[in-house]
């Protein structure tokens, strides 16, 4: 079974990535899956892309959330992903 790929994407000094950070790793670790960050201040593209956006939740590799992440949603989304994944193997 293939993981879903969950990313976080944040910049430095931003309070709202501290609360996303902290969502995510919730989430990510009641699933049992991992979870990685990624700074756009350090990748010009990210921050072109996602520009005011931050922080954004990707799930294999589409934006499903940003600036507040809910809770709630992501661990909809999560689940989708990972039952998606078993029925494809």
Same mark, same amino acid.
């Given at each position: 079974?293939?993981?879903?790929?969950?990313?976080?994407?944040?910049?430095?000094?931003?309070?709202?990535?501290?609360?996303?950070?902290?969502?995510?790793?919730?989430?990510?670790?009641?699933?049992?899956?991992?979870? !990685?960050?990624?700074?756009?201040?350090?990748?010009?593209?990210?921050?072109?892309?996602?520009?005011?956006?931050?922080?954004?939740?990707?799930?294999?590799?589409?934006?499903?959330?940003?600036?507040?992440?809910?809770?709630?949603?992501?661990?909809?989304?999560?689940?989708?992903?990972?039952?998606? !994944?078993?029925?494809?193997?």
């Amino acid at each position: 079974m293939r993981t879903p790929e969950i990313v976080l994407v944040t910049r430095r000094e931003c309070h709202l990535c501290e609360a996303a950070r902290e969502v995510v790793a919730r989430v990510a670790a009641d699933a049992g899956l991992p979870w !990685s960050e990624r700074l756009m201040d350090d990748d010009a593209e990210l921050a072109e892309r996602f520009a005011e956006e931050v922080p954004v939740v990707l799930v294999d590799g589409v934006q499903r959330d940003f600036w507040r992440i809910d809770e709630a949603r992501l661990r909809r989304t999560i689940a989708a992903a990972v039952a998606q !994944s078993a029925s494809s193997d």
